[in-house]
């Protein structure tokens, strides 16, 4: 089993940036898919944006340019950056891992994107 804890969350203006970190009880080596999602108030759960370990990264269409997913294979993290934040960013991402078949999810830390 992976436990997933996130941190980084935070109020921010809109325009400003945030560094999320999401680590993992394990090593993330043999992780094949690590990811973020998040949830708006209203709205269904969304890919925000994954890496493999073969590093792949993919991103939804709202975030390219501006997000940046990375792995840390010495602290086992996978984290987010994320820049040129909207209020439409505003929502609770969740820490996502996938291997062979196994899915796991952090419980999730609040971005709030307002002035």
């Known amino acids: 089993q992976v436990q997933l804890v996130e941190s980084g969350g935070d109020l921010v203006q809109p325009g400003g940036s945030l560094r999320l970190s999401c680590a993992a009880s394990t090593s993330i080596l043999n992780i094949y898919t690590m990811g973020w999602y998040r949830q708006a108030p209203g709205k269904q759960r969304e890919l925000v944006a994954t890496?493999?370990?073969?590093?792949?990264?993919n991103y939804a269409d709202s975030v390219k340019g501006r997000f940046t997913i990375f792995r840390n294979y010495v602290k086992n993290t996978v984290g987010l950056q994320m820049n040129s934040l909207k209020p439409e960013d505003t929502a609770v991402y969740y820490c996502y891992s996938s291997t062979a078949g196994q899915n796991y999810w952090g419980q999730g830390t609040q971005v709030t994107v307002s002035s």
């Open positions: 890496t493999t370990s073969g590093g792949t990264r």
